[in-house]
């Protein structure tokens, strides 16, 4: 994002609006710090400056910076999944997607916040770790998929890694014999990690509407303490057989 300084007045008003807090004062007008900016388009879609002064930069879809956008602006699609919000679907819409089906397991990692953010090297340090533990099943229906040039070592695409987004969610499918592992390496990796991450373990439900027994008996062993969640997606549902 980019303010024309010689159109700003220096109302202030866009500013608690940047949840990077990538907006600051300069010479009595604000501007864009462009190393911290998520482009996540928030100053401008609220359209508080009152004399149009905010802009979407020319770079902003630009490779790799576009990436910024891509993980950052939820009305934005991602080029190569065309989904919006992140580039992914998520465990949340599994209903609907059935990414994860009955008997199966899916992990996902959510890194990166409002204020906080990420770096993509944070993705990488944790593609790294799963691939040096031989878990390489990133959903392929995931962006980061296609942001991995080497399978082998987990390593992300160079030119990505000094880019910053607000959030990104690693995506996996593993079986339940592999789950433990899952959970050990990223418990392993989690203080190389310069951001918060949460970490969602997800199936279908029983009969019943209960969480398989086997699923929460294998995150316990692990030593997590789990909170159940559910997430109601409303208009997307299916009925059931
Ligand atoms: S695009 Fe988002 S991160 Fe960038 S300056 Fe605007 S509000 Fe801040
Ligand atoms: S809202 Fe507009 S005029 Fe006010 S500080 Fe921000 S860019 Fe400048």
Same mark, same amino acid.
């Given at each position: 994002m980019i303010i024309y300084k010689e159109v700003c007045v220096g109302c202030g008003r866009c500013q608690p609006y940047c949840p990077a807090g990538a907006i600051a004062f300069e010479d009595m007008k604000s501007v864009v710090e462009q190393d911290a900016c998520y482009e996540c388009g928030n100053c401008l879609r609220v359209a508080?400056? %009152?004399?149009?002064?905010? @802009?979407?930069?020319?770079?902003?879809?630009q490779y790799p910076r576009a990436l910024r956008k891509y993980f950052s602006d939820p009305c934005a699609t991602h080029a190569v999944t065309g989904i919006e919000g992140r580039g992914t679907e998520e465990s949340k819409t599994n209903d609907v997607t059935e990414r994860c089906g009955p008997g199966e397991f899916? *992990?996902?990692?959510? &890194?990166?916040?409002? !204020?906080?953010?990420?770096?993509?090297?944070?993705?990488?340090?944790? $593609?790294r770790a799963l691939a040096r533990s031989g878990i390489t099943e990133i959903?392929?229906?995931?962006?980061? @998929?296609?942001?991995?040039?080497?399978?082998?070592?987990?390593? #992300?695409? *160079?030119?990505?890694?000094?880019?910053? *987004? #607000?959030?990104?969610?690693? =995506?996996l499918q593993v079986t %339940? =014999?592999? #789950?433990?592992? &899952?959970?050990? !390496?990223?418990?392993? &990796?989690?203080?190389? *990690?310069?951001?918060?991450? $949460?970490?969602? &373990?997800? !199936? !279908?439900?029983?009969?019943? #509407?209960?969480?398989?027994r086997k699923l929460l008996d294998i995150v316990e062993a692990e030593g997590f303490t789990w909170r159940p969640n559910a997430k109601i997606n409303m208009g997307l549902g299916r009925a059931s057989d």
């Open positions: 508080i400056c %009152p004399v149009d002064a905010i @802009h979407d930069s020319p770079q902003v879809y899916g *992990v996902a990692i959510e &890194v990166g916040r409002p !204020t906080l953010g990420m770096g993509l090297a944070d993705i990488q340090r944790i $593609t959903e392929p229906q995931n962006p980061i @998929h296609s942001m991995i040039a080497d399978p082998a070592t987990g390593d #992300l695409k *160079v030119e990505m890694l000094n880019e910053r *987004v #607000l959030s990104a969610i690693i =995506e %339940p =014999e592999r #789950l433990p592992d &899952v959970l050990r !390496t990223i418990k392993a &990796v989690a203080n190389e *990690v310069d951001s918060v991450f $949460t970490l969602d &373990v997800f !199936t !279908t439900l029983e009969p019943g #509407l209960t969480i398989p």
